[in-house]
């Protein structure tokens, strides 16, 4: 597996996640004449190779659009919903070539549901990316298959490392990993939301509640991104002793904020669960 100018990418599907790969690897030189995305929709096909300058397939117009992509792939990354991945996965073991690297960022398909479609002995890999991703500033998590080698999964972490931080788990942790970084972005905006509520309670206006609540948080997220930012660190230095801020932090302790977003953690994950077994039926 390689990103050097040889390798030949496809993108089974090209949502919005698949899209930002898409757009990060390009910009780190990979050539467009090796890359081909395969899509649902003519219109959407046209649109990724006016935007892009890669080679696209609709499989509305041609039923064995993926099939055909994937012939010459040295990657192939599967972007389509949950519920489609291991018939996508079927469809495509017979064209593999037996070093292909298959790469899913679908939530709840495991890696053994995938190896049991593919080939044996077929490279796998299981993402977990967040939707920051699309500006860069996402965090992927990956999950080496049976066959996945270590220098496969290094050439893995710099497809994804345009995406933003690359972290390598165990696949017995992606739901952690879910429920964390997957569903986290929600969190920080269900704060945002619940921040300008409360400032127009305080008698703020609607519009400027919104723009201090977004703002506030987008520089925030802003500082944590910075090289060897730590959150604990940054809340005691805007913390002082005796002030209004220390005021809120301790009416949020005593409400119990910490033990609800842990509640949330725990119910993610168990959701992410039960739909890899709903999967599995």
Same mark, same amino acid.
């Given at each position: ?40 929709? *003519?219109? @959407? ?12 397939? !609709? ?38 070539? *037996? ?43 990956? &999950? ?6 270590? &220098? ?17 788990? *165990? ?38 509640? @919104?723009?201090?609540? @977004? ?9 944590? !991104? ?8 940054? @809340?005691?230095?805007?913390? !002082? ?41």
């Amino acid at each position: 597996m390689s990103t050097e100018t040889s390798a030949r990418i496809v993108f089974l599907g090209c949502g919005s996640m698949n899209e930002a790969i898409l757009g990060g690897l390009l910009a780190g030189g990979l050539p467009p004449a090796n890359v081909t995305a395969t899509v649902r929709r *003519p219109e @959407r096909a046209k649109e990724l190779a006016d935007r892009h300058g890669v080679t696209t397939l !609709s499989n509305n117009e041609n039923p064995r659009a993926n099939v055909e992509a994937v012939a010459d792939a040295d990657i192939v990354i599967m972007g389509v919903k949950p519920v489609g991945i291991q018939s996508l996965a079927a469809e495509i073991a017979p064209n593999l070539k *037996p070093d292909t690297v298959v790469i899913s960022v679908a939530a709840a398909v495991s890696i053994p549901m995938m190896e049991a479609e593919l080939p044996d002995g077929q490279p796998v890999i299981r993402t977990m990316p967040n939707t920051p991703s699309k500006v860069g500033r996402g965090v992927v998590a990956l &999950a080496a298959g049976t066959h996945a080698t270590d &220098a496969i999964m290094a050439k893995a972490k710099e497809i994804f490392t345009a995406s933003g931080t690359v972290v390598v788990v *165990p696949e017995d942790q992606i739901d952690a990993v879910s429920a964390v970084s997957g569903s986290g972005p929600a969190y920080a905006f269900y704060l945002a939301e619940a921040m300008a509520a409360a400032g127009e309670k305080l008698g703020l206006d609607a519009e400027t509640s @919104r723009v201090l609540a @977004r703002d506030t948080v987008a520089g925030a997220g802003a500082l944590l !991104s910075e090289p060897d930012a730590d959150a604990e660190a940054l @809340r005691i230095a805007v913390t !002082s002793p005796g002030g209004t801020t220390a005021a809120a932090l301790e009416t949020f302790t005593a409400k119990g904020l910490p033990d609800v977003i842990e509640a949330g953690a725990r119910a993610a994950a168990a959701r992410a669960a039960e739909i890899t077994a709903e999967l599995q039926k």
